[in-house]
């Protein structure tokens, strides 16, 4: 089992930043990627990002490229999602979430563990 721990969400002004960290404790040798995605009221949850968790390669929802910048640092098995140009269409619980296989990182069915969950508001 590996444990997801969300932080760093909050309300933003629209334009301002944030940075989010998953930390992951447990069988954290199993991870090959992990993942960001994000959850607006009413509707599905979506793709942001995602990062391999040995070559570091990542990979971007188009609403957010340019704008979102995922990295890892192994040693402390967590994974940040450093937000900027926030817009208030970026309001959403966004989750973290751990893959132990090799395929599907852009879809939630991809990954095997998630985290609780941190609300980001963006304020117009």
């Known amino acids: 089992q590996v444990q997801l721990v969300e932080s760093g969400g909050g309300l933003v002004q629209d334009g301002g930043s944030l940075r989010l960290s998953c930390a992951a404790s447990?069988?954290?040798?199993?991870?090959?990627?992990m993942g960001w995605f994000r959850q607006a009221p009413g509707k599905e949850r979506e793709f942001v990002a995602s990062?391999?968790?040995?070559?570091?390669?990542?990979n971007y929802a188009d609403s957010v490229k340019g704008r979102f910048t995922i990295s890892r640092d192994n040693a402390k098995n967590t994974v940040y999602l450093q937000m900027n140009s926030l817009k208030p269409e970026d309001t959403a619980v966004y989750y973290c979430?751990?893959?132990?296989?090799?395929?599907?990182?852009?879809?939630?069915?991809?990954?095997?563990?998630w985290g609780q969950g941190t609300q980001v508001t963006v304020s117009s």
């Open positions: 979430a751990a893959s132990r296989g090799y395929l599907a990182w852009t879809k939630p069915v991809g990954y095997n563990y």
């Open positions: 447990g069988r954290t040798s199993t991870m090959r990627a």
């Open positions: 990062i391999s968790w040995s070559g570091g390669s990542t």
